[in-house]
Every structure is written in structure tokens, then in C-alpha cells.
């Protein structure tokens, strides 16, 4: 397939063969957990090679149109596994293509968000490696929660982070929780 696909870009006049090459063996191959990162680097990938013009605009009768929607669709499909593209429909157009592997992959970021808080709120801090980076890591997880629609204030986070502190913090703990302000 790779060979179909570089052979038939090799006629191209804006793309070269070596770029080709470079950019199909960096994209990622899709599967149930990283959809959002695969479509973000098929999307920047057709971007970049100027080929996303079938994605952008509905089908007109150019020539660029019919190009950049054979070329998508060849590279998408290069991406994604077997098992994953013979359960779905054959489909001609690169957008309706994308789209249906979006309504597909739509449900997990229902699992992402719950294996991300699952995560968040079962951490616990066991006095070894350093605190900072451990604070760091829960609030980049609550931060990736938020990013999927699932909003956790700040004065959540710091109470996570507090909870999930040793016994040895406990002073620390007295000392925020007996503080006036917020």
C-alpha cells in the first residue's frame, strides 16, 4: 500500500516523494485510545502536504478536489489497522471518511475521562521522588480532564493533592485546613 501511495504522489508536482515518505511513516497508526491524537496529526500532516483541501470544502468538480480526496483518503486508511478499517463502511469521500471515524471514536473519550480521573483521584503520594513533579503530574491530569469537558475547580485539585498526602504531611495539612482564606 505504501508503494500504491508513494507511486501515486510521485507524479505530484508540490509534494516530493522523500517528504511523502517522511510524513506517512511519522503518523500515528489509530487505535481505540488515541483517536484524538491521530485525527490532530492526520489533520496536521494533510495541512502540511496540502492535501486537506478535500477535508476543508465540499466536493466541487476540480481537479485539486478529486486529488486531495484520493490522496486523504489513502493516508488515512494507511493509518488505521485492518481490524479497525474493515468494520467500517467503504466511503469515497475523504470528509464523510473522517467523519464516521469520528462518530466512531466519539464514546472514548468517555473512557479517557474516566480512566484519567480514576487515575486522579486514586494517586497517593508516598513520601519518596520529589513533591513538586508529583503535584505537577496531578494537575496536568486535571488539566487533561478539562480539556475533555470534565471541569475540576482548583480548590478541588488542592484538596486532591491533600488527600492523597502520608500521614507524615499531616501537619501541613492542619496548617491549610485551620488557615482563614482560601
Known amino acids: 500500500m505504501l508503494f ?21 511513516n511519522n503518523i500515528l497508526v489509530l487505535n481505540g485510545s488515541n483517536f484524538k491524537k491521530w485525527k490532530e496529526h492526520i489533520t496536521i500532516v494533510l495541512g502540511c502536504m496540502d492535501l486537506d483541501y478535500a477535508i476543508r470544502t465540499e466536493r466541487p468538480n476540480f481537479e485539486k478536489w478529486e486529488r486531495s480526496n484520493r490522496m486523504s483518503l489513502m493516508i488515512m486508511k494507511y493509518s488505521i489497522p485492518d481490524t479497525i478499517r474493515g468494520a467500517m463502511p467503504e466511503e469515497e469521500n475523504a470528509k464523510k471518511f473522517l467523519s464516521q471515524i469520528v462518530d466512531r471514536f466519539v464514546g472514548s473519550e468517555k473512557v479517557e475521562t474516566n480512566t484519567i480521573l480514576s487515575k486522579l483521584i486514586s494517586m497517593r503520594y508516598k513520601g519518596k521522588g ?19 469537558k470534565l471541569e475540576l475547580s482548583n480548590d ?19 496548617s491549610y485546613n485551620t488557615q482563614k482564606k482560601k
Open 130 to 148: 520529589n513533591i513538586r513533579e508529583y503535584i505537577m503530574e496531578m494537575s496536568n491530569l486535571v488539566t487533561r480532564l478539562r480539556a475533555l
Open 156 to 174: 478541588i485539585l488542592v484538596h486532591l493533592v491533600l488527600i492523597s498526602f502520608s500521614a507524615q504531611f499531616s501537619p501541613f495539612k492542619i
Open 4 to 24: 500504491l501511495i508513494t507511486s501515486l504522489l510521485f507524479c505530484s508536482f508540490s509534494v516530493n516523494v522523500s517528504s511523502i515518505s517522511a510524513n506517512l
